[in-house]
């Protein structure tokens, strides 16, 4: 099916009769499925301009919908509604309930660059799909995707700390999004780890309980990060002509209030 | 000839920035990088007071602070330690420190982000052209090639097939690796190489192996874990139906996430699959003769000490 007709023909437009004439001919049946005709009215026309508003969106504009990138991508093939030159198509045309029937997926593009390599345009459809996950979580249409959750927690420690450290993260990832950290493939990888060097391991997560990785001297960089962050979401809100900030990530909590400068450091 | 000499020298002494993920989850590829390098009579100078480059997370929250963050440790290297070589084992590293630099070359903005950004932070902002990024790939292959490895191995690795796993950030977007794709002897985005040359050389017998740049869904790792246990099963899958004893890796979190769901595959999907997964700098080292526990081997969760043994390659 030609993409752009992806939009008209929907299953609930369809109509087939069991029994049916019209002037006289028989049109019972499979054989006679009609579309139920449709005028789209409720376009966007703002869609495309917000998209390109935010990080990664900016190269939009270019698409000529040749669909390479959809041919390459990694989550296509397992999830054929994961369309990323469809998606993009709804979006330079203004189509956002259309968009938003798949809202529930975008945020799956899991950043493996097929798409920007293989895009003769420079479109850098990988930057698209985070933009436009963004543009969802912004406006309501979705909740913070669990992929959303695990990006503000690892920037929250490097904002606040210059590195990271993986059993923090996952220790924060796993509060955040209310998972219990006892997933039976969890333990069996800790237990594999455990069984060769328990020593080792067990020294070094009680270490990493008391001094967590941090660059030194790294307070003047946090604010300035923390500065910049914030004046990039006040502009993202404006570009959405959003009211009151939705989302604000801050650097993880240090006992002491982030964006206040910090005199332990 | 001379400029291949003077590249193999430049290469002797590197600035080496191993990340987060070395000093965490990836600690078997920073042991067996050092153990390698030390072995090799390489040097590897730590960057001083190293930052995060972002990762695969930062650029979601907002790219010009991963730009940033990638560019404050190449300034470090630059003014700190004075080097002009940056070595970074982690795919993930790699490619942010290659991003920016390519971003800082290209693009006023991100110029203009950075600069604010270290003025404030209170340090030189780094400038494109200041230093040179390079892979642990790169690194081997400069500085001993497959002549030294030849020598210095004698086959060691014989009757050991390997499956090369390179993944995505060490090949792809293509523009962000000026060097490759430049004909004979550079590294290929389409068909690396570089990792199957070294290996090959200390004697191992390289499958045909069709997913060397196919995702592990690393990024999404733990958030989207159906996806990345999907994606990683046909990686291994792909390998076992390869004839691989072991898949040699690059990157801490493909290592990792190939490991982690290779246990998630057998336990929620079902799915046995038992080759084992290995850093290609822990294949090196045993080449070269280092033992198995000085390379981290044990430290691997596919159990790959069994394979060590049953291969005799200690
Ligand atoms: S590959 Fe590029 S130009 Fe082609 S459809 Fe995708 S975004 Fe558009
Ligand atoms: S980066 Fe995302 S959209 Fe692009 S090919 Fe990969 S999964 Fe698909």
Redesign the interface.
């Known amino acids: 099916m030609p993409i752009h007709e992806k939009s008209l023909i929907r299953p609930e437009n369809l109509r087939t009769h069991e029994k049916l004439t019209i002037d006289g001919v028989d049109v019972s049946g499979h054989w006679s499925t009609f579309i139920e005709s449709r005028v789209i009215t409720d376009y966007n026309e703002a869609l495309e301009a917000e998209i390109a508003a935010l990080p990664g969106g900016e190269n939009i504009h270019r698409c000529w919908q040749c669909g390479s990138c959809t041919n390459s991508c990694t989550v296509n093939a397992i999830e054929p509604r994961f369309n990323p030159r469809y998606w993009i198509y709804l979006i330079r045309m203004g189509l956002e309930s259309e968009l938003l029937r798949d809202k529930d997926i975008i945020w799956q593009c899991v950043s493996c660059h097929k798409c920007t390599y293989a895009c003769p345009r420079d479109v850098v459809p990988e930057g698209v799909m985070k933009a436009t996950a963004h543009w969802l979580e912004m406006k309501g249409h979705t909740a913070t995707s669990p992929s959303m959750h695990f990006d503000r927690e690892f920037t929250e420690q490097v904002v606040a700390r210059g590195r990271i450290e993986d059993v923090e993260v996952l220790r924060g990832f796993f509060k955040r999004t209310r998972q219990p950290l006892m997933q039976d493939w969890l333990v069996e990888i800790a237990w594999r780890i455990a069984k060769r060097l328990p020593v080792k391991w067990g020294l070094k997560s009680a270490f990493s309980l008391l001094r967590k990785p941090r660059t030194r001297g790294w307070a003047k960089a946090r604010r300035a990060i923390e500065d910049y962050i914030h004046a990039q979401e006040e502009e993202h809100e404006k570009a959405l002509h959003i009211g009151k900030p939705q989302s604000r990530p801050r650097a993880a909590n240090e006992n002491a209030p982030v964006s206040r400068p910090s005199a332990a450091e | 000839m001379s400029e291949k000499a003077n590249k193999t020298k430049k290469y002797d002494t590197v600035g080496y920035y191993p990340g987060?993920?070395l000093?965490?989850?990836g600690n078997g590829y920073d042991v067996s990088t050092r153990a390698v390098a030390k072995e090799l009579g390489l040097r590897l100078k730590d960057v001083q007071?190293?930052?995060?480059c972002?990762?695969?997370?930062?650029?979601?929250?907002?790219?010009?602070?991963q730009t940033?963050?990638s560019a404050?440790v190449l300034s470090n290297a630059v003014h700190l330690d004075r080097m002009n070589v940056v070595m970074a084992p982690c795919n993930g590293c790699y490619h942010n420190l290659k991003k920016a630099e390519y971003d800082l070359k290209h693009d006023a903005q991100s110029r203009e982000?950075v600069g604010?950004?270290s003025r404030?932070?209170?340090h030189k902002a780094y400038e494109a052209g200041q230093a040179e990024t390079i892979h642990a790939l790169d690194w081997i292959k400069e500085a001993i090639g497959e002549e030294g490895l030849r020598e210095r191995t004698k086959g060691k690795l014989a009757g050991l097939k390997v499956a090369n796993y390179y993944g995505?950030?060490y090949v792809?977007?293509?523009h962000i690796f000026p060097e490759k794709d430049q004909g004979p002897g550079s590294e290929s985005?389409s068909k690396p190489h570089f990792m199957d040359d070294l290996l090959a050389a200390a004697g191992a017998e390289n499958v045909e192996f069709p997913l060397k740049t196919?995702?592990c869904?690393?990024?999404?790792t733990?958030?989207?874990s159906d996806?990345?246990t999907?994606?990683v099963l046909n990686i291994l899958q792909a390998a076992e139906a390869a004839g691989a004893d072991v898949i040699a890796t690059e990157c801490p979190t493909c290592h990792t996430g190939l490991?982690?769901h290779q246990?998630?595959a057998e336990?929620?999907f079902g799915k046995k699959t038992s080759v084992k997964i290995m850093y290609f700098t822990q294949l090196l080292g045993l080449a070269l003769g280092i033992g198995p526990r000085r390379l981290g081997i044990?430290?691997n969760?596919s159990?790959s000490m069994d394979l060590v043994i049953d291969k005799c390659l200690t």
Request: net charge positive.
């Open positions: 987060c993920a000093e965490g989850s007071n190293w930052n995060c972002g990762a695969m997370e930062v650029k979601n929250v907002d790219p010009k602070l940033y963050l404050r982000v604010e950004l404030k932070a209170g995505c950030m792809r977007p293509r985005t196919a995702c869904g690393g990024a999404h733990l958030s989207d996806t990345s999907r994606l490991e982690m246990v998630r336990k929620r044990h430290t969760i159990e």
